[in-house]
């Protein structure tokens, strides 16, 4: 099956041979949080659980509420078409090293859900949507200790730009970018 071919679209949704890939919903807070709870202890702390428990679920239900999906098609949740439930999200988002003609693809995925393919498979299908959308360009950025999301990344055919936020905290943020 060809790329193009790989997805289709139904009802503002994605869809792979596998993966449904949706906009968010107030009942996505659980398994948000969920993510939130799982990220590694090398992530920022502005991204992870705090101390006093912050974000809430009726505070994810809350964003889930007002998100603003950015560039199209947006952050997405994903969706196992043979087993309800969202196992983790994928989609475009406002680029962070300023240049909104190139927007930036992001993914994470409950650690259930490694290894089986599911990051491919959804960032695929947001790719083609954006090359439909008419982006030139994507950009992504990810820790240089996150070895799967750059397997990710190179399967999609992300080149790494030689650009390198260092971060002797959190770990060195590596830019690469994909023509489309």
């Not at 503002?12 to 949080?33: G, I, K, S, Y």
């Not at 799982?38 to 991204?47: G, K, Q, Y």
């Amino acid at each position: 099956m060809a790329d193009s071919d790989a997805h289709e679209q139904h009802d503002d949704a994605l869809v792979t041979d596998r993966l449904r890939l949706r906009h968010w919903r107030p009942e996505d807070a659980a398994f948000h949080r969920r993510l939130w709870q799982e990220r590694d202890p090398r992530v920022p702390a502005r991204r992870r659980i705090s101390p006093d428990g912050r974000p809430t679920t009726a505070e994810l239900q809350d964003w889930a509420r007002s998100h603003d999906p950015g560039p199209a098609p947006g952050l997405l949740v994903v969706e196992r078409l043979a087993e309800p439930g969202p196992v983790g999200y994928c989609g475009l988002v406002a680029n962070s090293v300023g240049q909104p003609d190139e927007p930036e693809l992001a993914f994470e995925f409950l650690r259930s859900s490694w290894n089986h393919g599911f990051a491919t498979e959804a960032a695929t299908a947001v790719v083609d949507q954006a090359r439909t959308v008419g982006y030139a360009h994507l950009a992504a950025t990810v820790r240089a200790w996150n070895t799967a999301s750059l397997r990710v990344l190179e399967k999609l055919g992300f080149t790494d730009t030689g650009q390198t936020e260092p971060d002797a905290l959190h770990g060195d943020s590596i830019l690469l970018r994909k023509v489309l």
